[in-house]
T-cell receptor, first 114, second 114 residues
Framework: KNQVEQSPQSLIILEGKNCTLQ??????????LRWYKQDTGRGPVSLTI?????NTKSNGRYTATLDADTKQSSLHITASQLSDSASYIC?????????????FGRGTQLTVWP | EADIYQTPRYLVIGTGKKITLECSQT?????MYWYQQDPGMELHLIHY???????EKGDLSSESTVSRIRTEHFPLTLESARPSHTSQYLC?????????????FGPGTRLTVL
């Protein structure tokens, strides 16, 4: 069964600190892995997308890594800001269909305190 | 910010009412999707469309129906709303072929059925 597991489920950090979120997946065949940020009551917004051949990608203070051998990914947030408070969702796409089926994790709820 | 819109943003309605959730995108994307998301849970695909006059059911069984008469419009209808339909409904669209096939999400409709 294709699955995406994220940890931790929730995380509280102080403003200015760094943090790392984890994602493990069993989706096969693998096409790409994305990290989305979802603010409360809003739709997810893409942060990074990585294919099999990419092992790191940055978007400002967000850096995602991918180890396709161990099927693990991480999202590192540097110098956190209050606006980083959101749910961060790991999403994996397979190559099994033209639809590009997405498998969603449940997200890590990040809270940044002043 | 992606050009995909959902209305209404919030809807509180009584049991048995017929409702239509609107979704429109101005990007000319062929593929469109409807997801259902409960608090703290992953997104579940309930409907998708490859293009005009194409509609398919997703992974999660849903009593809702969809239509795709125009490329930019993908409304979701519940003929008789029930409390079990209370959830957040997210619409998305995508166009690019290949390994990325990024999906852009609307802001969502929070539906409450009393």
């Amino acid at each position: 069964k294709n699955q995406v597991e994220q940890s931790p489920q929730s995380l509280i950090i102080l403003e200015g600190k760094n943090c790392t979120l984890q994602c493990n997946y069993t989706v096969s065949p693998f096409s790409n892995l994305r990290w989305y940020k979802q603010d409360t009551g809003r739709g997810p917004v893409s942060l990074t997308i990585m294919t099999f051949s990419e092992n790191t990608k940055s978007n400002g203070r967000y850096t995602a890594t991918l180890d396709a051998d161990t099927k693990q990914s991480s999202l590192h947030i540097t110098a956190s800001q209050l606006s980083d408070s959101a749910s961060y969702i790991c999403v994996v796409s397979d190559r099994g269909s033209t639809l590009g089926r997405l498998y969603f994790g449940r997200g890590t709820q990040l809270t940044v305190w002043p | 910010e992606a050009d995909i819109y959902q209305t209404p943003r919030y809807l509180v309605i009584g049991t048995g009412k017929k409702i239509t959730l609107e979704c429109s995108q101005t990007m000319g994307h062929d593929k469109m999707y409807w997801y259902q998301q409960d608090p703290g849970m992953e997104l579940h695909l309930i409907h998708y469309s490859y293009g005009v006059n194409s509609t398919e059911k997703g992974d999660l069984s849903s009593e809702s129906t969809v239509s795709r008469i125009r490329t930019e419009h993908f409304p979701l209808t519940l003929e008789s709303a029930r409390p079990s339909h209370t959830s957040q409904y997210l619409c998305a669209s995508s166009d690019r072929e290949g390994p990325y096939n990024e999906q852009f999400f609307g802001p969502g409709t929070r539906l409450t059925v009393l």
